[in-house]
């Protein structure tokens, strides 16, 4: 069956780093979109940032414009989310999904596959 098995989530402070992997089995991984998408306490889950099936796309949510990077690496089924500078707002569930054939992009309902997250806590 699909798994997505996201690690890497932490207690950091603020203005530290952690870099998040997704990795994936079960699905022909480099036909997937792959997005990591968040959500905090009281709060709705929330694009983060995708990923097309090459690499060769991304997409960012202004919040973590330039502050977060995600990569692929199709050879051993992973994604990652490399992030800096981060901030106590960023703390949060991180989930890592598949959406097939990009479609969906920053839209969560339309992916088809989701992990089951990883906390990242960022002290101020």
């Known amino acids: 069956q699909v798994q997505l098995v996201e690690s890497g989530g932490g207690l950091v402070q603020a203005g530290g780093s952690l870099r998040l992997s997704c990795a994936a089995s079960g699905v022909t991984f480099s036909s997937y979109a792959m997005g990591w998408f968040r959500q905090a306490p009281g709060k709705e889950r929330e694009f983060v940032s995708v990923?097309?099936?090459?690499?060769?796309?991304?997409s960012y949510a202004d919040s973590v414009e330039g502050r977060f990077t995600i990569s692929r690496d199709n050879a051993k089924n992973v994604v990652f989310l490399q992030m800096y500078s981060l901030k106590p707002e960023d703390t949060a569930v991180y989930y890592c999904?598949?959406?097939?054939?990009?479609?969906?992009?920053?839209?969560?309902?339309?992916?088809?596959?989701w992990g089951q997250g990883t906390q990242v806590t960022v002290s101020s």
């Open positions: 999904a598949a959406d097939y054939d990009g479609r969906s992009w920053s839209r969560a309902e339309g992916y088809d596959y």
């Open positions: 990923i097309n099936w090459s690499g060769g796309k991304t």
